[in-house]
């Protein structure tokens, strides 16, 4: 059995959590929206069209913050064309995903839909095919109370107060030739910046995000980043970043070391906007918005699995199936981005239903959870408070990540991944202290000795795990509870001390509640 030892403080800390760190992303594309969150006719649906299954579903996992409408579609979508009427709204040729747009469910019933599964909206405005002035508009439609032409307009469509949506990102994946209308770093970084300087100038209260590079292996990655901060520094609070975790190569070690490169990517962009600050002797922190981030792979480089031919009407397409092993892969995700708290301030899983989603549903039939709904409900759930510092002293192991981009072929040597990774989070409302660990060892339990200081009279409150011993095992409409979590067994406290056996290939979660002064 392999062991690992653990030094965990309540005096040494990373940040607090910000609610919008456990966001998700809900577009256009496939079944997400139709079929997905709205099936008017379903026999869960309400007077709205809303499934009520899947808004179950969407506040156990329970979201914060939902990124609207794309994506790529944003950037040739209308928003003009998604409210009013519904009788009178225009169906329209999605290029992004080669299908037809209905455009029954728009902004409006995007923000009843929000309210329903309480959670915030996080827009998007289209700097693709469209720019800075469409871009004020569609804030003054959602944001101002009345007395002006878009204002009230929105009041005349049925919605007589503002939407009051706080965030706003500024175009997507800008650099990617996929997008429609791409832009240069620089042809952006200038519209970004007249878009944010008209959108604050309505509603200086906002929040906006910049494009960041479409990932890490783009080659315009670091360069994009750097000079869209040069246009837009000033302007906007956040740069986004975007990664998709895969398995192309059947590699399940190098698949599970993965997240270890999106710390690398998350601090690699830190450094590049701080080097931006420090250009400018600015004590301003541009934060980082994780607004895409998934795992991806089965449904992504073959045609067949995003595009379905003769442009239909929410076609079933991105529908990852998901299996214990990505399960495995998505836990160490979520790992990373606890362990950033401090400059990763927002964050949303893509997407939230049907199409590469924890949350599968047959249309007119059943929803269900997929495998990697579990560690993200447990984040969401129970990652919120001070992230504390840890330091973990865990065998390795060396491999290499195959992440291919287009027609190039990138290797990612990693010489050293510890078989733990772990956050531990600190909720100082329910004074517990919760610790998410992943072994990513397929055939040996790790033993987990944790020194877990400044807390007095630990006891173990919940512990459990997330295993199956076929990695390939997956959740199904027949067999729904095929991956789902289990008890974890025999966690053991002495004073200070946390023991516990952690399965070959596990996500493990351990909450201890601290005694009451």
Same mark, same amino acid.
């Given at each position: 059995?392999?062991?690992?030892?653990?030094?965990?403080?309540?005096?040494?800390?990373?940040?607090?959590?910000?609610?919008?760190?456990?966001?998700?992303?809900?577009?256009?594309?496939?079944?997400?929206?139709?079929?997905?969150?709205?099936?008017?006719?379903?026999?869960?649906?309400?007077?709205?069209?809303?499934?009520?299954?899947?808004?179950?579903?969407?506040?156990?996992?329970?979201?914060?913050?939902?990124?609207?409408?794309?994506?790529?579609?944003?950037?040739?979508?209308?928003?003009?064309?998604?409210?009013?009427?519904?009788?009178?709204?225009?169906?329209?040729?999605?290029?992004?995903?080669?299908?037809?747009?209905?455009?029954?469910?728009?902004?409006?019933?995007?923000?009843?839909?929000?309210?329903?599964?309480?959670?915030?909206?996080?827009?998007?405005?289209?700097?693709?095919?469209?720019?800075?002035?469409?871009?004020?508009?569609?804030?003054?439609?959602?944001?101002?109370?009345?007395?002006?032409?878009?204002?009230?307009?929105?009041?005349?469509?049925?919605?007589?107060?503002?939407?009051?949506?706080?965030?706003?990102?500024?175009?997507?994946?800008?650099?990617?030739?996929?997008?429609?209308?791409?832009?240069?770093?620089?042809?952006?970084?200038?519209?970004?910046?007249?878009?944010?300087?008209?959108?604050?100038?309505?509603?200086?209260?906002?929040?906006?995000?910049?494009?960041?590079?479409?990932?890490?292996?783009?080659?315009?990655?670091?360069?994009?980043?750097?000079?869209?901060?040069?246009?837009?520094?000033? =302007?906007?609070?956040?740069?986004?970043? =975007?990664?998709?975790?895969?398995?192309?190569?059947?590699?399940?070690?190098?698949?599970?070391?993965?997240?270890?490169?999106?710390?690398?990517? +998350?601090?690699?962009?830190?450094?590049?906007?701080?080097?931006?600050?420090?250009?400018?002797?600015?004590?301003?922190?541009?934060?980082?918005?994780?607004?895409?981030?998934?795992?991806?792979?089965?449904?992504?480089?073959?045609?067949?699995?995003?595009?379905?031919?003769?442009?239909?009407?929410?076609?079933?397409?991105?529908?990852?199936?998901?299996?214990?092993?990505?399960?495995?892969?998505?836990?160490?995700?979520? +790992? @990373?981005?606890?362990? =950033?708290?401090?400059? +990763?301030?927002?964050?949303?899983?893509?997407?939230?239903?049907?199409?590469?989603?924890?949350?599968?549903?047959?249309?007119?039939?059943?929803?269900?959870?997929?495998?990697?709904?579990?560690?993200?409900?447990?984040? @969401?759930?129970?990652?919120?408070?001070?992230?504390?510092?840890?330091?973990?002293? @865990?065998?390795?192991?060396?491999?290499?990540?195959?992440?291919?981009?287009?027609?190039?072929?990138?290797?990612?040597?990693?010489?050293?991944?510890?078989?733990?990774?772990?956050?531990?989070? =600190?909720?100082?409302?329910?004074?517990?202290?919760?610790?998410?660990?992943?072994?990513?060892?397929?055939?040996? @339990?790790?033993?987990?000795?944790?020194?877990?200081?400044?807390?007095?009279?630990?006891?173990?409150?919940?512990?459990?795990?997330?295993?199956?011993?076929?990695?390939?095992?997956?959740?199904?409409?027949?067999?729904?509870?095929?991956?789902?979590?289990?008890?974890?067994?025999?966690?053991?406290?002495?004073?200070?001390?946390?023991?516990?056996?952690?399965?070959?290939?596990?996500?493990?979660?351990?909450?201890?509640?601290?005694?009451?002064?």
């Amino acid at each position: 059995m392999k062991e690992a030892k653990v030094t965990i403080d309540r005096d040494f800390s990373i940040a607090e959590t910000d609610p919008r760190l456990f966001g998700a992303f809900v577009e256009h594309l496939g079944r997400c929206v139709y079929g997905g969150i709205y099936e008017p006719g379903h026999p869960t649906a309400d007077e709205r069209g809303f499934r009520r299954d899947v808004l179950d579903l969407v506040r156990e996992l329970a979201p914060t913050v939902i990124r609207y409408p794309g994506g790529n579609f944003v950037s040739g979508y209308n928003w003009e064309d998604g409210v009013g009427p519904v009788e009178n709204r225009p169906r329209r040729l999605d290029l992004a995903w080669m299908s037809t747009e209905p455009n029954t469910f728009g902004t409006n019933e995007f923000m009843d839909w929000c309210q329903a599964a309480d959670v915030e909206p996080m827009m998007a405005v289209n700097l693709g095919t469209r720019g800075p002035d469409d871009a004020r508009r569609l804030l003054e439609y959602c944001n101002f109370p009345g007395g002006t032409e878009l204002s009230d307009l929105r009041r005349a469509h049925g919605w007589e107060k503002p939407h009051n949506v706080r965030f706003w990102c500024l175009g997507n994946e800008m650099d990617g030739p996929w997008q429609m209308e791409t832009k240069t770093a620089w042809e952006y970084g200038r519209i970004a910046a007249e878009a944010a300087k008209l959108m604050k100038w309505i509603d200086p209260t906002i929040e906006l995000a910049a494009c960041g590079s479409s990932s890490r292996n783009m080659p315009t990655f670091g360069s994009w980043e750097d000079t869209v901060l040069e246009h837009s520094f000033d =302007h906007v609070e956040y740069i986004s970043l =975007h990664t998709y975790l895969n398995n192309y190569a059947d590699d399940t070690p190098a698949f599970l070391a993965s997240p270890d490169l999106m710390d690398s990517f +998350i601090e690699e962009v830190v450094a590049i906007a701080d080097a931006v600050a420090a250009r400018r002797r600015s004590p301003k922190r541009i934060m980082l918005s994780f607004d895409e981030w998934n795992v991806w792979y089965r449904t992504r480089r073959k045609n067949e699995g995003r595009v379905k031919l003769g442009w239909p009407v929410a076609p079933p397409i991105l529908e990852e199936i998901y299996n214990m092993q990505d399960a495995l892969a998505f836990g160490g995700a979520c +790992i @990373s981005l606890l362990n =950033h708290a401090d400059r +990763i301030k927002s964050a949303c899983l893509a997407q939230l239903v049907n199409a590469i989603a924890p949350i599968m549903t047959e249309t007119g039939g059943p929803a269900w959870r997929q495998s990697i709904f579990y560690p993200f409900k447990d984040m @969401s759930n129970l990652g919120r408070g001070t992230v504390l510092q840890t330091k973990v002293d @865990s065998p390795t192991y060396e491999t290499t990540y195959y992440d291919p981009r287009g027609t190039s072929e990138l290797l990612f040597p990693l010489p050293a991944v510890p078989y733990l990774k772990l956050s531990v989070v =600190h909720n100082h409302d329910e004074d517990c202290v919760t610790i998410f660990a992943l072994n990513r060892s397929l055939d040996e @339990s790790l033993s987990m000795e944790a020194l877990v200081r400044g807390f007095d009279g630990l006891t173990v409150k919940e512990a459990h795990q997330l295993r199956n011993d076929d990695l390939m095992a997956v959740n199904t409409k027949d067999t729904p509870d095929a991956i789902k979590p289990a008890p974890l067994e025999g966690v053991e406290i002495w004073g200070e001390q946390v023991r516990a056996k952690l399965a070959p290939a596990s996500w493990n979660v351990i909450r201890l509640e601290v005694q009451k002064q």
